[in-house]
């Protein structure tokens, strides 16, 4: 499914992925900011005062009741963070206009819906409803509250936060108590009307239309002035001359270990496709090393994985296991990393870890959600290659480029959290 990429404005473009697989219209704006503590907050607040009311629809069950006249059309914000950038997400989703049964102009609605949304939202004295503001904010800290009882998400976070302190990638793109308890509605406002002036804006369209007609809704509907805006830049930080090891104690039966390791195999260098093979054959799938040999084999653990972010060149291992085994599963990672890095890959093990990550970016293709977010991550590098782009790529890599790949990596950061404290 190749992309068609159309500039509209300077700092405005439009992806078009134009196919007839799907009996829906995908369409999302992004709005691509530099991931920072002192906006991060403001912006994640802010997609959740955006859904609270329009103009024309000031209340959010008059929003969700004009939704459900456009079949139920589904429209939604949030914002996601790719590499050292926080994205600002509006995405809409809606059956095609072929499918109405009354002649509908489905998507154009659902535009006008968006643009309510993104450039007229329910104000009162000039800024966001007071009320809003507060109920949302209210809202948004029992979130960040809550973070923490998903202990996987809170070690590998942690984890990230003591690996990458003083680089923007430790700044938590949905935001901390600090900051958005200091929100009001004139600051909250006031970042909003920088977002809609300064931000790198990127819209995504999956669906049967052709880009002309999209352009057109676009232009009609989506009006965003120029900007000279450029996709925030990623640091990727040196790698580590020694490994640091932080403990941290909760009240848990499982202990979480995570380790940090930094690499220089990144997307905006082309050296990636090794990078996602290592990956598969070290921790990405249920045949790699970690989940045969760690959690199986040596049931060491209760689940033990590994991922990549290709933009900050970092490698994430998450694990939860018994505090007694802490070392022996620490031990147990880094003996299949040695391993890897001797050159001991058996031709079926890397076989394997083809398949799966063949299967893996041609499933990329069922979901218009999917596609959207796959190019969404590549353009940030300035590269549009389709999955089977990646597949051809990823086919080129050799057991000798994936050992390149092992010897490549720093371990940076050991993180444990771990039982044993009283609150």
């Known amino acids: 499914m190749k992309l068609c990429r159309t500039e509209l404005q300077q700092g405005v473009a439009l992806n078009t992925v134009t196919t ?43 929003l969700n009741q004009k939704q459900d006249t456009l079949y139920s059309l589904g429209l939604g914000a949030f914002v996601q963070k790719k590499g050292e950038a926080q994205v600002v997400t509006f995405e809409l989703t809606a059956i095609d206009d072929s499918f109405a049964f009354d002649g509908m102009e489905i998507l154009a609605e659902g535009m006008k819906l968006m643009r309510e949304l993104i450039f007229r939202p329910y ?28 202990k996987t998400a809170y070690a590998k976070n942690r984890c990230v936060e003591i690996m990458c302190e003083g680089e923007a990638y430790a700044v938590d793109h949905g935001g901390d108590l600090e900051d958005v308890s200091a929100l009001t509605p004139v600051s909250l406002w006031e970042a909003y009307q920088t977002l809609l002036a300064n931000a790198k804006v990127e819209m995504f369209y999956v669906g049967r239309k052709g880009k002309e007609e ?45 380790l940090g390791f930094r690499t220089e195999y990144t997307a905006p260098k082309g050296n990636f496709p090794a990078m996602a093979l290592f990956n598969e054959v070290f921790g990405g799938s249920p045949n790699s090393r970690l989940f045969m040999n760690v959690r199986e084999k040596q049931s ?22 018994e505090q007694k085994n802490k070392q022996k599963t620490l031990d147990a990672v880094l003996e299949q990393l040695e391993d890897l890095k001797q050159g001991n890959i058996d031709p079926q093990e890397l076989e394997n870890a083809r398949r ?29 290659d389709t999955p089977e782009d990646a597949i051809a790529a990823m086919e080129q890599v050799t057991a000798e480029d994936v050992v390149k790949v092992a010897n490549s990596i720093r371990l940076d950061t050991v993180y444990f959290l771990e039982g044993g404290a009283k609150e």
């Not at 104000?123 to 009882?149: A, H, M, P, W």
């Not at 999209?214 to 020694?242: D, N």
């Not at 653990?301 to 296991?321: A, Q, R």
């Not at 063949?358 to 590098?381: F, K, Q, V």
């Open 300 to 321: 060491l653990c209760y689940y033990c994985s590994s991922f990549p972010d290709g933009l900050k060149g970092l490698l994430m291992v998450v694990s939860g296991i």
């Open 356 to 384: 799966s990550l063949r299967n893996g970016y041609r499933e990329l293709t069922d979901s218009p959600a999917a596609i959207a977010s796959w190019y969404l991550g590549r353009i940030i590098t300035g590269r549009v």
């Open 123 to 150: 104000t009162e004295g000039g800024v966001f409803k007071s009320d809003y503001v507060e109920q949302e904010k209210k809202n948004l800290c029992d979130d960040i509250r809550g973070r923490i009882n998903n």
């Open 214 to 258: 999209v352009a057109s809704l676009c232009k009609t509907y989506l009006q965003f002035a120029p900007r000279e805006a450029e996709f925030p830049k990623t640091a990727v930080g040196e790698l580590p001359s020694e490994t640091r090891t932080v403990t941290e104690q909760m009240r848990i039966s499982q202990c979480k270990m995570t």
């Open 20 to 62: 007839d697989r799907f009996k829906t219209a995908f369409f999302t704006v992004n709005l691509f900011v530099p991931l920072k503590k002192e906006t991060a907050s403001a912006y994640s607040l802010l997609t959740d005062v955006l859904m609270r009311g329009t103009e024309s629809y000031p209340t959010m069950q008059a």
